[in-house]
């Protein structure tokens, strides 16, 4: 099989050079996007030299930017990661959510309907769901978020069902539940809860609970969901819809410090915060879809991830 050539948005954040990672190792070509703001060259350090790699900083959110990248490199498929991540800034700068999680979505579903790209592999989030009494949560719960970020990957969503019900290009939204692994940065306030917890317990200082620390999430490897990326974009059957991302286990952020304690005995004891603006207490995923669409499923089991983590 030839390798595909897949436009990957938001290459040098953490999900996204993972993606680029594996899509490399697998044969295919590569062009990355990112602007930098908060992914970094040094994710990409692994494969800057790679030839079926190349890079360029753009924002994909500025009208025609991405719609000119795919004219010159002709992709199969777009990957797009770029977003604003962080659920406490979509509630703080909603203007800025509403640029890069919905508006840059349409840049590439114009980008492909103008020049032919049959396929995009879109990353949404559980935070569609919003908080859902009925766990664990199938692509069909109704979905009522409770946050900006979480309505504006639902609206993302829809303008790729549009895009395909008109132009029937092939859209593949993943529901990434909570996503850990290395290379997420634990020095933003922004970043994911693993990330940041272990780093602290790493150097010996406390970490902050926002709320009881009994809200749970259902925390899937990078490496796994690196892995649904580049077999959604490259797969040679025809693949569309709206499928979790995630393992169907569920760990608390109390269940989280007691493993990290176990590992670095003496720790300084937590400190409590009121809970944030937009959290969810609990969310927890049924992969069953995913499984059957693609034939794999995140399976790597938390402890072992997060050994990987802790190894990095
Ligand atoms: P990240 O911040 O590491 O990656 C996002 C990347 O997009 C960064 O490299 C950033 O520089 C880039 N970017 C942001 N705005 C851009 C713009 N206007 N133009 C070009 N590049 C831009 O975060 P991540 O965790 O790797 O998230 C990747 C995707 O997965 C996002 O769409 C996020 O909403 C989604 N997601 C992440 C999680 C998670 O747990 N990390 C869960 C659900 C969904
Ligand atoms: C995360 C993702 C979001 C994604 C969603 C999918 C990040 C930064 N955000 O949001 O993009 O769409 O999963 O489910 O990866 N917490 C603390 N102390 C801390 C940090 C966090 O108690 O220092 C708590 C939060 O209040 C929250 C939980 O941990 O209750 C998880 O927070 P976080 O890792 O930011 O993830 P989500 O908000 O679930």
Do not use: W
Not at 37 to 64: C, H, M, W, Y
Not at 91 to 104: F, I, M
């Amino acid at each position: 099989m030839a390798g595909k050539r897949v436009l990957v948005t938001g290459a040098a954040g953490f999900i996204g050079s993972h993606t680029v990672d594996r899509l490399v190792a697998d044969g295919h070509h590569v062009l990355g996007v990112d602007d930098l703001s908060t992914g970094t060259q040094e994710n990409l350090s692994g494969i800057l030299e790679e030839s079926r790699f190349n890079f360029e900083k753009q924002d994909v959110s500025a009208p025609g930017a991405v719609a000119s990248i795919v004219e010159r490199y002709h992709p199969d498929t777009i990957i797009h990661l770029a977003a604003l991540v962080s659920v406490p800034r979509g509630e703080t700068e909603p203007g800025l959510n509403y640029r890069l999680n919905v508006q840059a979505t349409h840049e590439v579903c114009e980008a492909a309907r103008r020049h032919q790209v049959p396929r995009i592999v879109f990353a949404s989030s559980a935070a569609v769901y919003g908080e859902c009494a009925e766990l664990p949560l199938a692509e069909s719960a109704p979905t009522i978020p409770v946050s900006q970020y979480g309505y504006a990957k639902r609206i993302s969503e829809q303008l790729l069902e549009g895009y395909r019900a008109s132009y029937g290009i092939e859209t593949v939204c993943f529901r990434y539940f909570n996503v850990y692994g290395p290379r997420q940065d634990p020095a933003s306030p922004y970043s994911g809860v693993v990330s940041i917890f272990s780093d602290r317990f790493r150097v010996g200082q406390p970490v902050t609970i926002y709320g009881d620390g009994t809200q749970s999430r259902d925390f899937v490897y990078v490496g796994d969901v690196a892995m649904a990326n580049a077999l959604a974009a490259t797969s040679e059957t025809p693949i569309y819809g709206t499928f979790n991302c995630c393992t169907g286990e569920s760990t608390s952020l109390l269940d989280l410090i007691a493993v990290l304690d176990r590992r670095f005995p003496g720790a300084p004891k937590p400190e409590h915060h009121p809970e944030r603006a937009g959290d969810i207490k609990h969310s927890l995923g049924d992969p069953t879809a995913i499984q059957s669409a693609l034939k794999f499923a995140p399976a790597t089991p938390f402890a072992e991830g997060l050994g990987t983590l802790l190894a990095d």
